[in-house]
Antibody, heavy 120, light 110 residues
Framework: QVQLVDSGGGVVQPGRSLRLSCAASGFPFSSFAMHWVRQAPGKGLEWVADISFDGGNKFYADSVKGRFTISRDNSKNTLYLQMNSLRTDDTAVYYC?????????????WGQGTLVTVSS | QSVLTQPPSVSAAPGQKVTISCSGSSSNIGNNYVSWFQQLPGTAPKLLIYDNNKRPSGIPDRFSGSKSGTSATMGITGLQTGDEADYYCGTWDSSLSVLVFGGGTKLTVL
């Protein structure tokens, strides 16, 4: 069965870096686009970034552009989110999600989420 | 302020029907497929409707979706207490080149 396991969250000071991981199993990882979506405490969903199946195309939300980098290692079935210059408003639960070749918003499987807290 | 507009809350009695609207523009809903997600308290979102009106395997036909112009609607019939959750619409915005979500609608089953 399809499984996505998010990890790497924690408490970090403003301005520091953190790398999130999403371990995928149960499907041909290298055939699917992947996304990161976050949710600040008590708030709605905010899309962060996505990456094409082969890593050749990447898109970012304006709020993270230039600070966050999405990447993938298809040999390890793992998705990453490198987060630099973290700010307090980056505090959120971060979810990875599997995308679709048909429509960008078809996020059909989600990880359990990993909490990132940016605080001094 | 979300690009897609949803009502903050809706409510209905068990067994009744409810609809949730999602309003956008020609750059998002008007020219792209819409998905709907259910988020039960303390859990990750779950895909309920994709490509405007399709249901993933395992989603009961009590859930439906439609789109007209720059608006989309999700309906739930035969409401159950277990349907109490936050519901989000989402789609690609071709002008912004980003995936956008609505602000979310909290469903209360009275």
């Amino acid at each position: 069965q399809v499984q996505l396991v998010d990890s790497g969250g924690g408490v970090v000071q403003p301005g520091r870096s953190l790398r999130l991981s999403c371990a995928a199993s149960g499907f041909p990882f290298s055939s699917f686009a992947m996304h990161w979506v976050r949710q600040a405490p008590g708030k709605g969903l905010e899309w962060v970034a996505d990456i094409s199946f082969d890593g050749g195309n990447k898109f970012y939300a304006d709020s993270v552009k230039g600070r966050f980098t999405i990447s993938r290692d298809n040999s390890k079935n793992t998705l990453y989110l490198q987060m630099n210059s973290l700010r307090t408003d980056d505090t959120a639960v971060y979810y990875c999600a599997r995308g679709s070749a048909i429509a960008v918003a078809d996020l059909d499987y989600w990880g359990q989420g990993t909490l990132v807290t940016v605080s001094s | 302020q979300s690009v897609l507009t949803q009502p903050p809350s809706v409510s209905a009695a068990p067994g009744q029907k409810v609809t949730i609207s999602c309003s956008g523009s020609s750059s998002n809903i008007g020219n792209n497929y819409v998905s709907w997600f259910q988020q039960l308290p303390g859990t990750a979102p779950k895909l309920l409707i994709y490509d405007n009106n399709k249901r993933p395997s395992g989603i009961p036909d009590r859930f439906s979706g439609s789109k007209s112009g720059t608006s989309a609607t999700m309906g739930i019939t035969g409401l159950q207490t277990g349907d109490e959750a936050d519901y989000y619409c989402g789609t690609w915005d071709s002008s912004l080149s980003v995936l956008v979500f609505g602000g979310g609608t909290k469903l209360t089953v009275l």
